[in-house]
């Protein structure tokens, strides 16, 4: 539905939603106006979401692409955008115009099978479209034409570089696309702030129809399993995003180690090895560090200690696919207490799959899901409590412990959601509600008409 400016007959602007409409993936969002068309997120369908890898509708007029941050489902259709001839700028904040090339280089080689030259080719192009900009700061978006609006991009909490970003219309009216909302009071990076105004919000709800274990429930139920999985031995997997999850989880083994274990306790701890397997997320992690004035109060705490919560001595990487094998088919045959984080974090493919082919059979596993499993992937199977699933062809028995983590989330959950709705100074004309299914959008718009907190609510599923 286009908001009507009251001083004109014509509509001022029109958003059509090209993904995330029913789903939690796919993100893409077009803003057009009389000046110009802007594309917010150009993301990638996942799980039964899954569609043809292709761009379905006209690009060669969009003006600029906004990125909110760097997850695949945000960003994973970006080099099909450039195969359908879009050739304008993307704006995005600084450390997301880090994070960017690394994560589209991985979707490519494990999606496609590209080969590096190709790749390089792509990644060079994005490289040189980029523009990045600083938090906080208002950059005008011109077109031959003159000026499409004013964009800003702002702390969104979620992973690194994260944003929502605030879009000024030359008529003045302020349009806000969240991208993904963080929760509130993760440690390792700041709460999102709400912004000052938001004539049409248009928000995520993932968890729009849930709230998440508190952090401090988290950390301990974390030590709680870890202890357990030392008294039994074997494994203790984690499938994890390598933006974000991975790194709010070391943050948190470190944090146990340095600070939350008893003597006794220490002394069995420091034997335990915590096995980073993902080069992908190694390298974001180098970034985490690289970017450390992003980081939250209580992360820059540990720092000024002495700390390092992203790099402690008992964090040992694995790069090379021969170490990797290696330490699978030891963890599988001596059944040695570790902790193994490793991607992709809805086990839908990457080095995950071989540990949980290895070790699900086995009862001393126990597995810790600390995401969003979407449908028709293996870690939503998982979590539903199959019995037997089947990985790379093999039908595989499941006899690990299975756990669900929700405070390891980097969605804001219904409260984390309306709070930042409340923020705003003045209740927003529309709030349009994306990237949650049907259920979530339903629950999530229900809160918001009881509060009053805008004067309509649509659902993306119904646009």
Known sequence: MPITDPNTNYNT???????????????????????????????????????????????????????????????????WLLAAG???????????????????????????????????????????????IEYGVWTSVVNAFGTIGDIRFQPAGHILGSSYIEVKLPDEQVLVFSGDLGPSNTPLLPDPKSPERADVLVIESTYGDK???SIASRTERLKTLINRSLLDGGVVIIPAFSVGRTQELLF???????????????????????????????EVTKQYRQFKTLWGKEAKGHLEEGRHPLAFDQCITI?????????????KQTGEPAIVVAASGMCNGGRILNYLEALLPDKRTDVILAGYQARGTL?????????????????????????????????????????????????????????????????????????????????????
């Open 86 to 132: 879009f050739r304008a700028p993307i704006y995005c904040t600084e450390a997301t115009a880090k994070l960017m090339p690394m994560m589209l280089d991985d979707g490519l080689r494990l999606q496609l099978g590209m080969k590096a030259r190709q790749r390089k080719r792509i990644l060079n192009l994005i490289r040189t479209l980029t523009q990045p």
């Open 13 to 79: 602007f029109h958003i059509t939603h090209h993904g995330a409409k029913t789903g939690v993936t796919g993100s893409c969002h077009q803003l057009d106006t009389h000046h110009g068309k802007l594309l917010v997120d150009c993301g990638l369908f996942q799980g039964d979401e899954t569609k043809p890898l292709n761009v379905d509708f006209p690009v060669k007029d969009i003006d600029a692409l906004l990125v909110t941050h760097t997850h695949i489902d945000h960003i994973g259709r970006i080099p």
């Open 379 to 463: 870690g939503r199977e998982i979590q539903r409590g199959s019995k037997r699933v089947e990985i790379s062809g093999h039908h595989i028995e499941v006899n690990a412990h299975i756990h669900t983590m929700s405070g390891y989330s980097a969605h804001a959950d219904q409260n984390d959601l309306l709070a930042f709705i409340e923020g705003i100074e003045s209740r927003p004309k529309e709030i349009r509600i994306v990237h949650g299914d049907r259920q979530a959008q339903e629950a999530f718009a229900k809160q918001i008409q009881d509060k009053g907190l805008a004067n309509i609510v649509t659902l993306a599923a119904d646009q």
């Open 252 to 282: 948190d083994i470190e944090n146990l180690i340095a600070t939350q274990l008893n003597d006794s306790e220490l002394r069995e701890w420091s034997k335990l090895p915590v096995i980073l397997d993902s080069p992908m997320a190694s």
């Open 211 to 213: 709230t998440h274990e």
């Open 319 to 331: 790069d090379s696919h021969h170490d990797h094998q290696a330490l699978v088919n030891r963890l």
